[in-house]
């Protein structure tokens, strides 16, 4: 499995802590989610896992792992890259956050070519899920993801509403919906829109997406 949290490694301007404190804290949290998603794994299947995680937005593989420790039967973890997009993993995880700062990261990573022509399950949680759809604009309906930390690094490059997502799906994704954002959802939705609970998902079994 490939692990990615770059979402939550956004600058947030709201925070009173440094760039660098606030990526530590992210990195830890991330650290923690990935564990979580390994125990799940292993408690649903009988089989070894191996984990990597890679930072989309310095193309990095950290916390090679393979549970149990002992399991020699699995192909070598990938240590760059290149070994990366050859590995082909069964499962690619991409974890939640800031939906602009992932979608401008995928922009120029191989990880995108990849994506598109994945065939295993990719499992998406919040901004992970959202970026894999025909647009990105719910992104911008509850006012919680900061898409100026991209329009100030790179003015006028891209128009929110209309931003195309990877279009692993042909539906747009308005995630954590609940009664409090029903207004906004029905003011904003259009045919294609599809709204997700916080205790649901979404499973296509033409892609394998989650």
């Known amino acids: 499995m490939i692990y990615v949290p770059t979402a939550m490694y956004a600058f947030r301007k709201d925070s009173n802590s440094s760039p660098g404190k606030q990526l530590q804290r992210a990195k830890a949290d991330g650290r923690k989610r990935r564990q979580k998603v390994i125990d799940h794994l292993q408690e649903s299947l009988t089989l070894p896992i191996s984990v990597v995680t890679y930072d989309i937005e310095t193309s990095t593989i950290t916390n090679p792992t393979t549970v149990p420790s002992t399991t020699s039967s699995l192909p070598s973890l990938p ?10 993993p069964h ?10 700062h992932l979608h401008n990261t995928l922009r120029t990573s191989p990880l995108k ?98």
């Open 113 to 210: 070519p990849f994506l598109l022509t994945y065939s295993n399950i990719y499992i998406g949680v919040s901004a992970g899920s959202i970026i894999c759809g025909s647009r990105i604009r719910t992104s911008l309906w509850k006012g919680l993801d900061d898409p100026t930390i991209v329009d100030e690094e790179f003015p006028g490059m891209y128009d929110w509403e209309n931003e195309e997502g990877l279009g692993l799906e042909g539906e747009e994704f308005f995630m954590h919906y609940d009664d409090k954002w029903k207004e906004i959802y029905e003011e904003n939705r259009s045919e294609g829109t599809v709204k997700i609970g916080e205790d649901e998902c979404w499973c296509s079994d033409v892609r394998g997406i989650i």
């Open 91 to 100: 499962i690619i995880y991409i974890d939640g956050g800031n939906t602009f």
């Open 79 to 88: 240590s760059n890259t290149s070994q990366l997009l050859t590995w082909n």
